[in-house]
């Protein structure tokens, strides 16, 4: 049996570089107010499947896209069926959720994603980049188990800065790819507003900048 979902804090107050806007406009994230070193505030931690559940760190890098920090999920435990999630509020249910991500390392996966309509680390929707398999996957995640019910195939660079972004409007989603819209699809596995965040399988480690949430 895969282990349950497991918070590791929340931390309820807001960073400078938390959310720049009240809640009807765009949310965004730009971890440059954060302690470098130290997980963000205002996220939660959990992980779906097994393994370890996750180290998330702000880093100072100098080609962050809105520098100098960024947020970097750093543990490299290789276990194949591990999805360490960062998450945060408000719930939202129709959204477009963006994201800068760039793949660094990981034999086994360079997976970056966002994660929406996020009940806990077993209930979500994931759109993701891979850097090893070259293409885009959108996922609804049931009680831990994730079903892909789309995907694109292109090129994801490794060592570079990509920007994924979803929209998610009912049952209708399209994924874009550095600007390019990739996947248009459809799916009612989860319909109820919930959080959003970031995403990594298993050994990836993947550096994060610029989260903008915006209510649809």
Not at 35 to 58: I, K, N, S, Y
Not at 76 to 81: H, P
Not at 83 to 112: E, I, N, Y
Not at 150 to 168: D, F, I, P, R, Y
Request: charged share 25%; aromatic share 12%.
């Amino acid at each position: 049996m895969r282990p349950r979902y497991a918070a590791l804090f929340l931390l309820t107050s807001v960073a400078p570089g938390g959310p720049s806007t009240p809640r009807q406009g765009p949310i965004t994230f730009r971890f440059d107010g954060d302690t470098v070193d130290q997980p963000p505030r205002g996220f939660e931690f959990g992980r779906t499947g097994g393994g370890a559940l996750g180290r998330w760190v702000v880093r100072a890098e100098t080609d962050a896209p809105s520098a100098p920090h960024v947020l970097a999920q750093v543990d490299s435990d290789k276990t194949d069926y591990r999805f360490p999630v960062a998450f945060t509020g408000p719930a939202l249910a129709d959204l477009r959720l963006s994201v800068k991500c760039k793949p660094v390392s990981g034999r086994v996966d360079q997976g970056c994603g966002v994660v929406f309509r996020l009940k806990d680390a077993d209930n979500y929707y994931v759109a993701r980049a891979n850097a090893l398999e070259d293409n885009v996957r959108l996922y609804h995640v049931v009680r831990g188990r994730r079903v892909q019910f789309a995907g694109w195939n292109g090129a994801v660079k490794s060592g570079v800065w990509h920007e994924l972004a979803v929209e998610a409007r009912g049952d209708h989603f399209v994924v874009f790819f550095d600007g390019k819209a990739v996947i248009d699809a459809h799916d009612k596995a989860l319909t109820e507003a919930g959080k959003f965040g970031l995403w990594t399988k298993a050994d990836s480690i993947i550096y994060f900048d610029d989260v903008v949430a915006t209510p649809l």
